[in-house]
């Protein structure tokens, strides 16, 4: 049961990753999305998965299922900025002339490595920045980009290893866009995520660099019921544990986590009042923080040196009433 498996979608490559309680299905030629994670035992998809009816949908916007990347995450202030001297033009592709989230949307991922073992199996991929004419314009800073995807059991950790292979400190921030179904019943489903403080936008939703106190989503703290949520938020997360626990009446869940040396915010987005799906998405960059007048340590800007290699790591638990 432990096993990677190939299958297609549209004619693209999948590699689908096998345990006795989860199947994970990885796109990597068509952005190196999962596009699906199957709960065996409760015999239901966990996240909004693209049929192959939507590809004309998914090429446009393929961050609108499973769990795509976003890199960066977030809008940019008129796609534009400068740091350690070299300028970055991003394409304006929202309102007011401003980028949203990021250049990584279809590109073709190479799978480098794959593993199985007695107590799980793994892909690993890889992505060179500078071979993608259109990325390498708007971001001049080559980036070798590697993820590498490791189920064990009814636990999906994702390890993403980035590597500046430019000149220049490369400014890079992360997000993961991640859908999960709530199935139409979000009076079933409680979320605690711990946050401090809500981040103020301007106009335009961009940051202000103000943080405006939590109110009613107090409740995010202990437990808030999902009916009649209706979320575009960004949270500060503060000193407060990077833990997302989604559940529902019955104990069934998952627990959502996020290495706490980078990633420093939550958004929450639910297209609308709560009912089918809650995104539920960790960002290591405040959005525009490369144009906001505040520290890296509080945007979450990761200045990689010519060079150097970070490492992020975001995990994903499912819990099964059985096993609590």
Same mark, same amino acid.
């Given at each position: ?68 990347? !976003?890199? #960066?995450? &977030?809008? =940019? $202030? ?8 070299? *300028? ?116 335009? !939703?961009? #940051?202000? &660099?103000? =943080? $405006? ?8 703290? *202990? ?102």
């Amino acid at each position: 049961m432990k096993k990677v498996t190939k299958g297609q979608w549209n004619g693209y490559d999948t590699y689908i990753l096998h345990s006795r309680e989860l199947d994970v299905t990885l796109l990597p030629r068509l952005g190196n999305s999962v596009i699906s994670l199957w709960d065996h035992v409760q015999q239901r998809d966990v996240l909004r998965r693209p049929e192959e009816s939507d590809l004309d949908f998914y090429l446009q916007k393929p961050y609108h299922f499973g769990i795509p990347l !976003l890199i #960066p995450p &977030g809008r =940019i $202030s008129k796609g534009h900025f400068i740091h350690d001297g070299q *300028e970055y033009q991003f394409d304006r592709n929202t309102a007011n002339d401003n980028h949203i989230h990021g250049l990584h949307r279809t590109q073709a991922w190479c799978v480098s490595d794959i593993e199985e073992d007695e107590e799980g199996c793994a892909v690993t991929t890889e992505f060179i920045t500078s071979s993608d004419p259109n990325w390498i314009r708007q971001y001049p800073v080559p980036l070798k980009l590697e993820m590498t995807l490791r189920l064990q059991g009814a636990s999906l950790k994702q390890t993403f290893k980035i590597t500046s292979l430019g000149q220049n400190a490369a400014p890079f921030g992360l997000g993961l866009h991640t859908w999960f179904l709530i199935n139409g019943e979000p009076e079933k489903w409680k979320l605690q995520l711990p946050c401090s403080g809500i981040y103020q936008l301007d106009d335009e !939703l961009l #940051p202000t &660099g103000g =943080i $405006s106190p939590l109110g009613e989503l107090e409740q995010l703290n *202990e437990g808030l019921n999902l009916k009649g949520t209706n979320f575009d938020t960004l949270l500060q997360i503060g000193d407060l544990p990077v833990e997302a626990l989604l559940t529902r009446d019955d104990g069934y869940g998952l627990r959502y986590t996020a290495d706490p040396t980078y990633f420093k915010h939550w958004v929450l987005y639910t297209k609308g009042e709560a009912d089918q799906f809650l995104c539920i998405e960790p960002y290591t960059w405040l959005p525009n923080a490369p144009n906001c007048n505040l520290p890296n340590e509080t945007t979450g800007l990761i200045e990689i040196q010519p060079g150097q290699t970070i490492e992020l790591n975001v995990n994903l638990d499912l819990i099964h009433p059985s096993a609590t």
